[in-house]
Nanobody, 120 residues
Framework: QVQMVESGGGLVTAGGSLRLSCEVSGIIFGINAMGWYRQAPGKQRERVAG???????NYADSVKGRFTISRDNAKNMVYLQMNSLKPEDTAVYYC??????????????WGQGTQVIVSP
């Protein structure tokens, strides 16, 4: 059974930083692409960042230069460091795994989400 548990969300003022973490179990972590998505109120879920098994990364244009995705295969963890946060970054952030996290293919497994609120 695949489990993905996010943590690290919270309330931060604009310009601040947060680091999201996702602990993954039930898959062979090291061979799977991982990603972060977000969904703001009234909007569709969007892909924020992805990291392949070979450590290639990609980012949504809206977060390039501010967010950094990383992974620790020894700990089955994936992280999202978010700097220079803006109110428009407010959303529920989801950890996910599957080839689609790199832009092509499906995303079969998701975490339950962690709320990020950025105040002006």
């Amino acid at each position: 059974q695949v489990q993905m548990v996010e943590s690290g969300g919270g309330l931060v003022t604009a310009g601040g930083s947060l680091r999201l973490s996702c602990e993954v179990s039930g898959i062979i972590f090291g061979i799977n692409a991982m990603g972060w998505y977000r969904q703001a109120p009234g909007k569709q879920r969007e892909r924020v960042a992805g990291i392949s098994s070979g450590l290639r990364t990609n980012y949504a244009d809206s977060v390039k230069g501010r967010f950094t995705i990383s992974r620790d295969n020894a700990k089955n963890m994936v992280y999202l460091q978010m700097n220079s946060l803006k109110p428009e970054d407010t959303a529920v952030y989801y950890c996910a795994t599957g080839p689609g996290t790199m832009g092509v293919g499906g995303v079969p497994y998701w975490g339950q989400g962690t709320q990020v609120i950025v105040s002006p």
